[in-house]
């Protein structure tokens, strides 16, 4: 028998079976990688179905610690809360009120769960009458600004009021400049130096966001939020905005959205070395529902490429409304 050399010497495929495939992966998947985003409303004694998001339920206090607890029995090690208060007001008071909704959720889920990991946003969007993200002043003729000193201060002490119910760690997703390092001095003076902060250093202005405003109740009334969000052209701003966060003492970082944005996450990572979460956002799960719903596609398989993609583009988290069935999927 005589040897082609050349072809001899070309590399053998590493796929051949499931085993081999498997000893060759280089990117794995946990259950303790994903945090589950609930949202808890002052408003209702039962679950609402969120129209934009299926599968996906605004909760009162009781259904979001069953949720929460549920996701922990399969696996899941923390959740994301965001509230929807029983009033908005100019000002945003609900996201700094020691009886406000996410507040009281928190201090029954750490109650009920007390190994679960609760995370806490930080924003005013949901809270305010108007839905920006934070203080806002009128001008002429239609004209508005965001007041960043203003808000930050608001935001701060929505901190330290989550960090007081018993929140594990604060997540701000306002956007304000100077909001971190703001966050860090208030906990610190209020005797919560060991409560992180889970930072989203880089979120840009996206029409994926869409659903979200739906679930949370937070669609601006006037304007948008183009002033304080990033522009989705700008990958080397979303790096200083990280670096400044890093600087200001941020303990983990947050890109979003997920999908449209690996570049930024894969950066990010690199550049900050921080424990780095990526967001998967409302729009990005709606529209895999939606061409599930119509056969168009395989949720489940469609689901887990894209949580693989996350974790090869260097999330070491993973924010997703499918948290809890990637968690019982992983088991199966
Ligand atoms: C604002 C906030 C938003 C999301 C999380 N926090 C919306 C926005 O900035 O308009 C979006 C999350 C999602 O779309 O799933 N506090």
Known sequence: MTTDLRLARRP???RANAALREIVRETSLRAADLILPLFVSAKIDS???????PGVFQLPVADAVAEALAARDAGVRAVLLFGIPARKDELGSGAYADDGVVQQAVRAMKAAGPELLVIADVCLCEYTSHGHCGVTEHGENGHFHVHND????LLARAAVSLAAAGADIVAPSDMMDGRVGAIRAALDERGFQDTPIMSYASKFASAFYGPFRDAAEGAPQFGDRRTYQMDPANAREALREAATDVAESADMLIVKPGLPYLDILWRVK???GLPTA??????????VKAAAEKGWLDERAAVMEMMTAFKRAGADLIITYWAREVAAWLRE
């Open 47 to 53: 679950r609402q179905p969120v129209a934009s998001m």
């Open 12 to 14: 053998r495929r590493l």
């Open 150 to 153: 203003a808000s930050v201060a």
């Open 270 to 272: 690199e550049q900050s």
């Open 278 to 287: 990526v967001y998967n956002v409302s729009g990005e799960y709606a529209m």
